[in-house]
């Protein structure tokens, strides 16, 4: 009699979370270290989905604050700084990013990343002792509460109206130019003034070329 293999029911909050880096340094006279990326590995032989919860969600912008991870995969999460005002300098902010089984509302495991602003890279504060940082963080964590941030769909492009009037126009035009007959056809029926030359009809060609990719991208 063969035993059934059943993967063990995993308990609420004891799932490991790998998340890289574990903490962000945001400058604020360095404009490209306003954007950073939290990347989310999955080496687990199910998917995950994950939310983003943060201790100050009006600071930051997240793309994709939810979404899933599948199998022995990675995601990238970008969030970027909005509020570089110097009254948030040396403050720390927290991001926990939860995930959970795809068919389960539960949150199976969780990570904590930290977030800070400093005025500038050039200009970095003495490295306190491990223990004594560590502390001051908990400490300002210690009533925290986490708040979802709002989800942002990357490249969010505002849905398209199809192609303009003049484009339509320009296209028949095209179209017009290439059914008319060639210079130099004397057996056709339309005035010779209509006759259009090679040159021209490839023109007309071309600019339909490209007529045609611009209404397929709206």
């Known amino acids: 009699m063969q ?10 909050g004891s799932l490991p979370v790998f998340v890289f880096p574990t ?11 306003h954007k950073q990326v ?10 995950l989905k994950f939310k983003v919860l943060c201790t100050a ?16 995969c990675c995601v990238d999460i970008v969030i970027r700084l909005k509020d570089v005002r110097p009254c948030h300098y040396g403050v720390y902010d927290k991001f926990r990013l939860q ?8 949150a199976l495991g969780r990570k904590e990343v930290t977030a800070t ?7 970095e504060p003495p490295s306190p002792r491990p223990q004594d940082e560590e502390r001051r963080i908990k400490e ?14 990357t490249e969010n492009r505002p849905a398209a109206g199809g192609p303009s009037l003049l484009t339509v126009l320009l296209g028949l035009v095209c179209v017009a ?42």
Do not use: C, W
């Open 99 to 106: 995930v959970s089984e795809q068919s389960q509302r539960k």
């Open 140 to 153: 300002q964590f210690a009533e925290s509460e986490f708040f979802e941030q709002t989800a942002i769909q």
């Open 3 to 12: 035993q059934q293999h059943r993967q063990p029911e995993l308990v609420e």
């Open 117 to 123: 602003l400093r005025p500038s890279a050039a200009q």
């Open 23 to 33: 903490d962000l340094v945001f400058y604020a006279d360095e404009q490209t270290s």
């Open 177 to 218: 130019a290439l059914m008319l007959p060639t210079l130099g056809d004397e057996e056709s029926t339309v005035p010779l003034y209509l006759h259009l030359s090679v040159n021209k009809k490839l023109v007309a060609a071309y600019v339909l070329g490209l007529l045609t990719m611009v209404i397929l991208r709206t």
């Open 57 to 72: 969600p009006n600071k930051y912008t997240v793309v994709d604050a939810t979404g899933a991870v599948k199998p022995q």
């Open 38 to 47: 939290l990347t989310l590995y999955n080496p687990y032989e199910f998917a």
